[in-house]
């Protein structure tokens, strides 16, 4: 199984609003990540999370808020969002921590689309 | 800072044709490079992976070749299909300055059209 699955698959919020994007793997990978993608651009990276530590933090607004309860597991908790936090979320998961060398391919959900009104 | 760089950003092709996807990057120092494609709307394909002491991957209809100390890739697709229509990214997993924190870092994609 080599599925990286998200909810939801979209979701519209409005500026006060809090909401959460949910991301799960159970291919053992230790390594999980969150991109953030605009209309004909590609991935950002903004948060890794090795062994369930956060790794990378990307200079993200503190209005994004991540979190992984557990090696399975990684949430993006939403606040206060702004209509240009509109975009394509994607979560990712890889084998092992990013400065392993080798293989260590990156596996890619469906993303969520969010839009902020 | 690695650099990668895809031309041209859009393609049209004939179906059946045999085309080649260019991808070049501006620092050497990498674990590996791997090509995606994504549809419209949609998350990340991985197609292949090629990690830097390898010179190409194959699978299927899909060639990828790397010349690492040239800074280049090319994602070779034989007898293309309407159903390749869709934006090819490559992206490089640089070594990073300290080893501990490499990421990858993407180009802007490539979208192809193979007309019926």
């Known amino acids: 199984d080599t599925e990286v699955t998200q909810t939801p698959k979209h979701l519209v919020m409005g500026m006060t609003n809090k909401k959460s994007l949910k991301c799960e793997q159970h291919?053992?990978?230790?390594?999980m990540y969150w991109y953030k993608q605009k209309a004909k651009k590609p991935p950002e990276l903004m948060f890794v999370?090795?062994?369930?530590?956060?790794?990378i933090n990307e200079s993200v607004p503190s209005r994004f808020s991540p979190e992984c309860p557990n090696s399975s597991l990684l949430n993006l908790h939403l606040h206060a969002l702004q209509p240009e936090d509109s975009a394509l979320y994607l979560c990712?998961?890889?084998?092992?921590?990013?400065?392993?060398?080798?293989?260590?391919?990156?596996?890619f959900g469906p993303g969520t689309r969010l839009t902020v009104t | 800072k690695q650099e990668v760089t895809q031309i041209p950003a859009a393609l049209s092709v004939p179906e059946g044709e045999n085309l080649v996807l260019n991808c070049s990057f501006t620092?050497?120092?990498?674990?590996?490079l791997q090509w995606f494609r994504q549809d419209p709307g949609k998350g990340l394909t991985s197609l292949l992976l090629?990690?830097?002491?390898?010179r190409e991957q194959t699978s299927g209809r899909l060639n990828a070749s790397l010349d690492k100390s040239s800074g280049r890739s090319t994602l070779y697709i034989a007898a293309s299909q309407p159903g390749d229509s869709a934006t090819y990214l490559c992206?490089?997993?640089?070594?990073?300055?300290?080893?501990?924190?490499?990421?990858?870092?993407f180009g802007k994609g490539i979208t192809l059209s193979v007309r019926p």
């Open positions: 090629i990690q830097s002491s390898q």
């Open positions: 990712a998961s890889s084998q092992f921590s990013p400065g392993t060398s080798g293989s260590n391919e990156q596996y």
């Open positions: 291919m053992g990978h230790r390594a």
């Open positions: 999370y090795s062994y369930e530590k956060l790794s």
């Open positions: 992206a490089v997993r640089g070594q990073g300055e300290s080893g501990a924190n490499s990421k990858l870092t």
């Open positions: 620092d050497s120092a990498i674990y590996n």
